[in-house]
């Protein structure tokens, strides 16, 4: 096993980033690395929590993971660091903010997710109990005319068939 500089490696974690998200298959043809070994380079990456795609899509094509990564990390900054962010990460400001609003109105639409749940849960109540009430009236004419037919049977067969004129 060959042992890379680090700052090879970090030119090459950089150019998987943006914005030149640069394909792990590519560097591996270009670079002679194999991608077994980039693709565990940026999972390194990915855990110590840096948003690296490095597939070649575009920001908008992330994972909810890396975009959420992206607001987290961006959080704490200011306009102009926010800026400066942007260029290093090929990203620009509007995406971030819609992104942000994203994961704002993801965790405000929970609390109508789960009112809207409890009302159809008390509708399903209503609709099984209506359900229930109507089984066991037709149960009840069900057995009613199970015995008719068995007390017409016994009637027959006490009397005998009934003789035609």
């Known amino acids: 096993m060959r042992a890379y500089s680090a700052e090879r490696r970090e030119a090459l974690l950089r150019r998987m980033m943006p914005p030149e998200n640069a394909l792990v298959s590519a560097l591996a043809r270009e ?23 490095g597939d070649g899509k575009n920001p908008e094509a992330w994972s909810s993971e890396d975009k959420f990564a992206v607001v987290l990390e961006t959080a704490p900054l200011n306009e102009a660091e926010l800026a400066e962010y942007c260029r290093r990460k090929g990203l620009y400001a509007e995406q971030i903010a819609a992104w ?8 405000a639409n929970a609390g109508e997710q789960a009112r809207e749940q409890r009302l159809q849960s008390k509708g399903d109540k209503k609709r099984i109990q209506q359900l ?10 069900l057995a009613e005319a199970a015995a008719l037919l068995i007390l017409r049977k016994k009637a027959r067969a006490i009397w005998g068939e009934k003789e035609d004129d």
């Open 100 to 107: 942000r609003e994203a994961c704002r109105s993801a965790n």
């Open 132 to 141: 229930e009430k109507e089984l066991q009236r037709k149960e009840k004419a």
């Open 31 to 53: 670079t002679g690395i194999t991608e077994q070994t980039l693709y565990a380079w940026r999972r390194q990456m990915k855990a110590q929590g840096v948003p690296v795609p």
